[in-house]
């Protein structure tokens, strides 16, 4: 059964914790992302990657981290020096990172809360 | 810098009525724009996924559309049903945004029964 899973679907944080959170996808995609969604708000890209062993900044990378040591494993970590990290994470995948046909599947999401 | 609205933020309509969601963007020069639906608390699900070469697309009750030279798309949902009932977001994947795609900040659907 193909497709993207992410763990845990809840996790909470107490000040001045590291979390990493999971993202698997085996679709065998090249491209993997991670995404931050606020209340009544679209997507924010934190990271992505292109490929295994690479990865890029997106738009609000400050206070997270991440890694792609396998092509099917994309794990997020929230730093300490994320000051508001409390929302709901979102991880995608796509077969590459562009091209017209280039579609993206999402992951059920993590919630993150910090006490 | 690729900007994307969607309008209105809400929409509530009585079952079995036809609608049509909007999504407009500033940089015609796209490589494809997709239709997502996400419910409560949870992921994206991909609707429909438009081309940049492409006019429309359709899926059972749904068909979005795409005019590049206008920065627009719609998606058409025929004889709307509770069921129905999400946040509809639609992404825009830029030429030159490195494989970024930007959101809109979707509009929630409610079907009345």
């Known amino acids: 059964d193909g497709g993207i899973t992410q763990s845990p679907k809840y996790l909470f944080r107490k000040e001045g914790q590291n979390v990493t959170l999971s993202c698997e996808q085996n679709l065998n995609h090249d491209a993997m992302y991670w995404y931050r969604q606020d209340p009544g708000q679209g997507l924010r890209l934190i990271y992505y990657s292109q490929i295994v062993n690479d990865f890029q900044k997106g738009d609000i990378a400050e206070g997270y981290s991440v890694s792609r040591e396998k092509k099917e494993s994309f794990p997020l970590t929230v730093t300490s020096a994320q000051k508001n990290p409390t929302a709901f994470y979102l991880c995608a995948s796509s077969i590459a990172a562009g091209g017209a046909s280039n579609e993206q599947f999402f992951g059920p999401g993590t919630r993150l809360t910090v006490l | 810098k690729q900007e994307v609205t969607q309008i209105p933020a809400a929409l509530s309509v009585p079952e079995g009525e036809n609608l049509v969601l909007n999504c407009s963007f500033t940089?015609?020069?796209?490589?494809?724009l997709q239709w997502f639906r996400q419910d409560p608390g949870k992921g994206l699900t991909s609707l429909l996924l438009i081309q940049s070469s492409q006019r429309e697309q359709t899926s059972g009750r749904l068909n979005a559309s795409l005019d590049k030279s206008s920065g627009r798309s719609t998606l058409y949902i025929a004889a709307s049903q509770p069921g129905d009932s999400a946040t509809y977001l639609c992404?825009?994947?830029?030429?030159?945004?490195?494989?970024?795609?930007?959101f809109g900040d979707g509009t929630t659907l409610t079907v009345k029964p």
């Open positions: 992404a825009v994947l830029s030429l030159g945004n490195a494989g970024k795609s930007t």
């Open positions: 940089d015609s020069a796209i490589y494809n």
